[in-house]
């Protein structure tokens, strides 16, 4: 229990039905785990196994005509499940935040980047345009990105899929959330890009102490930035370890499967003078 205090965001025997023609549907089953401070879960698993699902069930983006969320999430020990729309609307993005997988679904093409980003601030505060407008380039100035005041006045699609992505981690960031859900938020990016945006990550957590649950099919990226692991399979967590413990020893035998699954690339003289060349 003191542990479970301990915790940010407390996530307890979580279940998630959908209603369907055929009758209720199971996509997530007695889901337990919890976020500390500065610290980063590590979600995998095949796609459909309830990673997403789970998510925003947190959230609470789920349709609830369709959908049923059953059990405890707590964040800073507040109970998440069940609140109404308008008090959920003023806690995302404020006190928990998302990094989307494809930033442009992230943003309205008709609106500039900086009416967007002001947008959000003020929703969540009582800053003036000129104070929200300020934060935004400071925000964007702090994940790397050159000339944020320019950056301000462009549409999302004159802005690379990288770029974007630093500008989700800045909204995302800029009222210093506690929890950061990023859900396979390098999966879109070449290698360069990737780089940038888990730099940028591992500078949150250790900076600003936010907890961050990140999903991610790259088990590469997993191993670089988790703390600890979480493997889902059919709407279950089947296993958690720490991420050395579970990389090097895995007790699960779809777990096995996975770390068995990952490219390797069989290296001999003329391959090594191939790359090398």
Do not use: W
């Amino acid at each position: 229990m003191s542990e479970e205090r301990s915790n940010i965001l407390q996530v307890s025997d979580l279940h998630v039905k959908v209603k369907t023609a055929q009758g209720t549907l199971p996509l997530v089953h007695k889901v337990d785990f919890g976020l500390k401070p500065g610290r980063v879960l590590g979600l995998v698993g095949e796609s459909g196994c309830g990673k997403s699902v789970t998510c925003q069930s947190i959230l609470q983006l789920l349709d609830r005509k369709t959908t049923h969320v059953e059990g405890s999430i707590q964040l800073n020990g507040r109970e998440l499940n069940g609140l109404k729309a308008e008090e959920m609307r003023r806690i995302r993005g404020k006190e928990i935040a998302i990094i989307m997988q494809n930033p442009m679904n992230a943003f309205s093409p008709v609106f500039t980047i900086g009416d967007q980003f002001v947008e959000t601030i003020r929703t969540h505060t009582d800053f003036s345009k000129k104070q929200a407008f300020d934060l935004a380039v400071s925000s964007l100035q702090d994940v790397n990105l050159s000339d944020p005041a320019d950056l301000m006045r462009r549409y999302p699609f004159q802005l690379s899929g990288g770029m974007l992505q630093r500008v989700m981690i800045a909204v995302s960031m800029c009222l210093r959330p506690s929890v950061l859900i990023a859900d396979e938020p390098t999966t879109a990016l070449d290698v360069a890009n990737q780089m940038q945006v888990l730099r940028q990550l591992d500078r949150i957590r250790s900076e600003f102490g936010t907890a961050i649950l990140l999903i991610s099919h790259d088990l590469g990226v997993i191993s670089e930035m988790a703390d600890e692991v979480a493997v889902m399979q059919h709407g279950r967590i089947i296993e958690k370890a720490d991420v050395f413990a579970l990389f090097d020893n895995p007790q699960h035998a779809y777990t096995k499967l996975l770390l068995d699954a990952r490219l390797s690339l069989p290296i001999n003289q003329q391959t090594k003078e191939f790359i090398l060349s």
